[in-house]
């Protein structure tokens, strides 16, 4: 089977694009709204005092800000479970972990963290002075901080040019562990099972075995039989009528000498093994004679247990569902429910069907929004395609949206 590694990661002026794109809009909305905030203060003097009226300004910073707010965490949740945002789907580019899947909500959020740190220290340490009521200082401190803090934001997009490693990582997918790659110009990693490409199952072609002779142990040729039969060596009650068909297995033996003391017991004679000269029988060749233990039973199935990433160790049934809240189908026979905490919700409520057998489990994506993915122990990683039962065995680390669980044995 060969790899398809036909990726091509996001040169950074695409990268600066998406981003662009992506946050000129709420940029925009807060920029007005703060600007009409501001230059609807109005001020009043009273008992000798100068009082400044902010209601404009909360107002339509506050709007302003919960509107940016909930854009981000729209952001975040889309490109958490996609790799794709506006910016990443107009200039052609998805952002993945490390792996070349679906980054996850708290790889983005932490990406866009180190991104926007200029930005965001702008505005704390512009805060306290509107809280002291200096509105004059902060209106020409503010926008000298934000422009330090968008060139800040470029540099730290387009850092990937600085990246020795073929120019895959910027400074924030070092700090979040992520990728971006061009969809336009290569495959889209994200959707076609990773960095190492979709994983083929079909069979290989083996050469065509071939046919060798195989004789039963123990049964010599029709002329050999015959020629022992004539030299009367064959002390066996059976005859051979017809030397072209094969009887059953001969059984040679000799009379053992019984002491005197023990030939008034009521036993049968006991009989060695009488070796021919010049055959290969021997008494072993009787295959009738072996007899099953009667304290034999059927090897019992080995235990199986699944660790969490979060430590939590779970010893499984034969049948097992799996995820945020997992519920059977009607009819269906499910022995365990395995609930496991999401407060992402990265994993869909019934993510997961557990089949154990063989020595392993059986996994079947059950329709996930996120997805699963398998890496065995020599760490090849096989995306799970939804209602697909594929076998996992010991030592292998499955992925279900942004969590793990290590199978084993008990």
Same mark, same amino acid.
């Given at each position: 089977?060969?790899?398809?590694?036909?990726?091509?990661?996001?040169?950074?002026?695409?990268?600066?694009?998406?981003?662009?794109?992506?946050?000129?809009?709420?940029?925009?909305?807060?920029?007005?709204?703060?600007?009409?905030?501001?230059?609807?203060?109005?001020?009043?003097? @009273?008992?000798?005092?100068?009082?400044?009226?902010?209601?404009?300004?909360?107002?339509?910073?506050?709007?302003?800000?919960?509107?940016?707010?909930?854009?981000?965490?729209?952001?975040?949740?889309?490109?958490?479970?996609?790799?794709?945002?506006?910016?990443?789907?107009?200039?052609?580019?998805?952002?993945?972990?490390?792996?070349?899947?679906?980054?996850?909500?708290?790889?983005?959020?932490?990406?866009?963290?180190?991104?926007?740190?200029?930005?965001?220290?702008?505005?704390?340490?512009?805060?306290?002075?509107?809280?002291?009521?200096?509105?004059?200082?902060?209106?020409?401190?503010?926008?000298?901080?934000?422009?330090?803090?968008?060139?800040?934001?470029?540099?730290?997009?387009?850092?990937?040019?600085?990246?020795?490693?073929?120019?895959?990582?910027?400074?924030?997918?070092?700090?979040?562990?992520?990728?971006?790659?061009?969809?336009?110009?290569?495959?889209? %990693?994200?959707?076609?099972?990773?960095?190492?490409? %979709?994983?083929?199952?079909?069979?290989?072609?083996?050469?065509?075995?071939?046919?060798?002779?195989?004789?039963?142990?123990?049964?010599?040729?029709?002329?050999?039989?015959?020629?022992?039969?004539?030299?009367?060596?064959?002390?066996?009650?059976?005859?051979?009528?017809?030397?072209?068909?094969?009887?059953?297995?001969?059984?040679?033996?000799? %009379?053992?000498?019984?002491?005197?003391?023990?030939?008034?017991?009521?036993?049968? %004679?006991?009989?060695?093994?009488?070796?021919?000269?010049?055959?290969?029988?021997?008494?072993?060749?009787?295959?009738? @004679?072996?007899?099953?233990?009667?304290?034999?039973?059927?090897?019992?199935?080995?235990?199986?247990?699944?660790?969490?990433?979060?430590?939590?160790?779970?010893?499984?049934?034969?049948?097992?569902?799996?995820?945020?809240?997992?519920?059977?189908?009607?009819?269906?026979?499910?022995?365990?429910?395995?609930?496991?905490?999401?407060?992402?919700?990265?994993?869909?409520?019934?993510?997961?069907?557990?089949?154990?057998?063989?020595?392993?489990?059986?996994?079947?994506?059950?329709?996930?929004?996120?997805?699963?993915?398998?890496?065995?122990?020599?760490?090849?990683?096989?995306?799970?395609?939804?209602?697909?039962?594929?076998?996992?065995?010991?030592?292998?680390?499955?992925?279900?949206?942004? @969590?793990?669980?290590?199978?084993?044995?008990?």
């Amino acid at each position: 089977m060969t790899t398809k590694l036909d990726v091509v990661p996001a040169a950074a002026g695409k990268r600066l694009g998406a981003a662009v794109l992506d946050w000129l809009g709420p940029l925009i909305v807060l920029a007005i709204a703060f600007a009409i905030g501001m230059a609807g203060i109005t001020t009043t003097r @009273r008992g000798g005092f100068i009082v400044y009226d902010t209601s404009l300004l909360v107002l339509l910073g506050g709007i302003g800000s919960a509107l940016t707010l909930v854009y981000l965490i729209a952001l975040v949740v889309i490109e958490g479970r996609s790799g794709n945002t506006i910016g990443n789907q107009l200039m052609g580019i998805r952002s993945t972990d490390a792996d070349g899947y679906a980054p996850g909500g708290g790889a983005v959020f932490l990406r866009g963290l180190v991104t926007g740190a200029g930005v965001l220290l702008a505005v704390l340490a512009t805060a306290p002075l509107v809280m002291l009521g200096l509105y004059g200082i902060a209106v020409w401190v503010l926008p000298g901080l934000l422009l330090l803090g968008t060139a800040w934001a470029v540099l730290v997009v387009v850092s990937n040019n600085r990246d020795r490693e073929g120019r895959l990582r910027g400074w924030h997918d070092k700090a979040a562990k992520t990728l971006a790659f061009d969809v336009k110009e290569g495959r889209n %990693p994200v959707q076609t099972g990773g960095i190492q490409g %979709p994983y083929s199952f079909a069979p290989i072609d083996l050469p065509p075995v071939q046919a060798v002779a195989s004789p039963a142990p123990g049964i010599a040729s029709p002329a050999r039989l015959s020629q022992l039969h004539n030299a009367n060596q064959l002390h066996n009650p059976h005859q051979l009528n017809n030397p072209n068909q094969l009887q059953p297995p001969v059984r040679l033996f000799a %009379p053992l000498q019984v002491p005197d003391e023990l030939a008034t017991q009521s036993q049968p %004679p006991l009989q060695v093994p009488l070796q021919v000269p010049g055959t290969s029988q021997h008494p072993d060749d009787d295959v009738d @004679r072996t007899q099953l233990r009667s304290d034999a039973r059927p090897r019992e199935e080995a235990v199986m247990r699944i660790k969490l990433d979060d430590g939590q160790d779970i010893r499984l049934a034969r049948t097992v569902l799996l995820g945020r809240n997992p519920e059977a189908l009607a009819g269906e026979d499910v022995e365990q429910l395995v609930p496991v905490a999401d407060p992402d919700r990265s994993i869909s409520k019934t993510h997961l069907h557990l089949r154990l057998a063989d020595g392993g489990a059986w996994v079947t994506d059950r329709n996930s929004t996120n997805g699963s993915a398998v890496t065995t122990p020599d760490g090849v990683q096989t995306r799970l395609l939804p209602g697909q039962e594929v076998f996992v065995r010991p030592g292998s680390t499955v992925q279900f949206g942004d @969590r793990t669980f290590h199978l084993g044995q008990a």
